[in-house]
């Protein structure tokens, strides 16, 4: 591991007031080593400089800890589920999954080759109580052994939210929260959403607006809580969510 990785790295998650075991800072450096070596290959991250990964990959995703309090806890129930929609190259997922390791954790996406390397990624390190999921959204959302039976939904997939609701919502047991991560402008985008998060059961409970620590780059966290559940014909047929999402 070199110097900066790691000044860099403990920086930020001292920042977020998160202490990290040398074991899972290791974690850390080994799952960075392996995305950028499996990236010569096949297409994980435009992102591949150690600074850079370490903080708009690492930091960023390490931002989950914004939500309070109350959701620190339920990343630490061995009890609790939570699915990572759209992971891609295993972001938020993998870090959140690294620094929470009791969280009970399903890495899902459309694409098996990234699952693929997600489970050699899960073998290397050693992470215990985390699968993969491969299917479309719409599909996983309307299975009964995936409907309703989380406590978080987190995506940092680049969908506008009255998609990603539509996605992740399903997917929520009542009471549970769905997390999207965004960019640092997204009031208007809050707004266009705000039918689709009630008529699929849920509400929207606070936007955390922070920059990634040392850094001028603003990001947004959105809490969304399921208040009741999904109507049955949501979500709808593969590919209407993200060409007609619900306004």
Do not use: W
Not at 219 to 232: A, H, M, N, V
């Amino acid at each position: 591991m070199t110097d900066s990785f790691r000044k860099t790295v403990t920086g930020e998650a001292s920042a977020f007031g998160i202490e990290l075991s040398e074991d899972k800072l290791s974690k850390l450096y080994s799952y960075y080593r392996m995305v950028v070596e499996k990236n010569k290959v096949m297409n994980l991250t435009a992102i591949t400089d150690e600074q850079e990964f370490a903080i708009k990959h690492i930091a960023d995703s390490m931002a989950i800890v914004k939500a309070g309090e109350e959701i620190t806890s339920l990343l630490s129930d061995k009890g609790a589920r939570l699915i990572d929609v759209g992971t891609g190259a295993g972001m938020p997922g993998i870090i959140i999954k690294i620094i929470f390791p009791d969280i009970n954790m399903v890495l899902f996406d459309s694409l098996k080759k990234r699952l693929n390397f997600l489970d050699e990624v899960t073998a290397e390190l050693g992470l215990k109580g985390i699968s993969t999921l491969h299917g479309r959204a719409e599909d996983i959302g309307r299975d009964p052994k995936f409907r309703e039976s989380f406590d978080i939904a987190v995506s940092r997939a680049v969908a506008n939210l009255s998609t990603l609701s539509e996605y992740c919502l399903p997917l929520l047991k009542k009471g549970g929260v769905f997390l999207p991560y965004k960019s640092g402008d997204v009031e208007e985008e809050l707004g266009d959403s705000e039918k689709a998060v009630r008529v699929l059961g849920g509400k929207f409970k606070k936007l955390i607006k922070y920059n990634i620590p040392d850094t001028d780059m603003g990001r947004s966290l959105i809490i969304i809580e399921k208040t009741g559940s999904t109507p049955t014909k949501y979500p709808r047929k593969a590919g209407i969510p993200s060409k007609e999402p619900l306004k």
